[in-house]
């Protein structure tokens, strides 16, 4: 079984490259995220066509998230409990779906950006991974041996080596302690970040900016991560980040990260 996760920006804009990346790599499970659309302006056909079935939540042109998956999906769940929300309910934004694939029970994770420390989206965004945190915790309390994966773009950058340059990044978001101690926080619950176990190269990314050739330069970030429950991790035999996808016409400043799970 291979799931991955992808911060697609745009699903509408990127649908071509969406469908030759599930044909070509044999993913059988994608979260997506940053899908910028309504529920009814999904291209739900595209990947029908395919054999995929597709979970999706979106209000506006912003966030949005879905999974797709050719194995099948049940129990779709939108936000998970005690999900914080921002702003006037008119505005919600669409940051977590969960839906149960291939007996695996997956999350597209849309994790606030922050904005500035000082900016009142920084306390909802500390807020809503500590929400996660419990909502976590409570899964593996109620079935130790459940299988679930938390994926997505976490906007956090866990080590000094996940961004180009530590100096730069001082006094912004992404790699603050109180944000890294927020994404520890689900490891302290018992939960593993995969992508790190199998693919632990320092200076590894998986997000580059458009402006200033930041992607020729290799001037990016690692924020798309894989937090796997017990049971889970014990199946996952290797990790891809697919770097390839930023290259080529009008590709998303994210890249896909694959895991390979054992049957």
Known sequence: MRVATWNINSIRARTERAVAFLERSGVDVLALQETKCKDEQFPHEAFEALGYEVAHVGYSQWNGVAVVSRLGIDD??????????WGDPAAAEARAIGVTAGGVRVWSLYVPNGREIDDPHYVYKLDWLARLRDAAAGWLADDPAAQVALVGDWNIAPLDTDVWD??????????????????????????????????????????????????????????????????????????????????????????????????
């Open 166 to 263: 530590p100096a730069w990044f001082a006094g912004r978001t992404h790699v603050t302690p109180a944000e890294r101690d927020a994404f520890t926080a689900i490891a302290e619950v018992g939960y593993t970040e995969v992508s790190r176990v199998h693919v632990p190269a320092e200076h590894t990314y998986t997000y580059w900016d458009y402006q200033q050739l930041r992607f020729p330069k290799n001037k990016g970030m690692r924020i798309d991560l894989t937090y796997a429950s017990p049971a889970l991790a014990a199946r996952v035999t290797g990790v891809t980040i697919e770097r390839d996808e930023r290259k080529g016409k009008q590709p998303s400043d994210h890249v896909p990260v694959v895991l390979d799970l054992a049957d």
């Open 76 to 85: 779709v769940e939108i936000g998970f409990p005690g999900m914080p929300t």
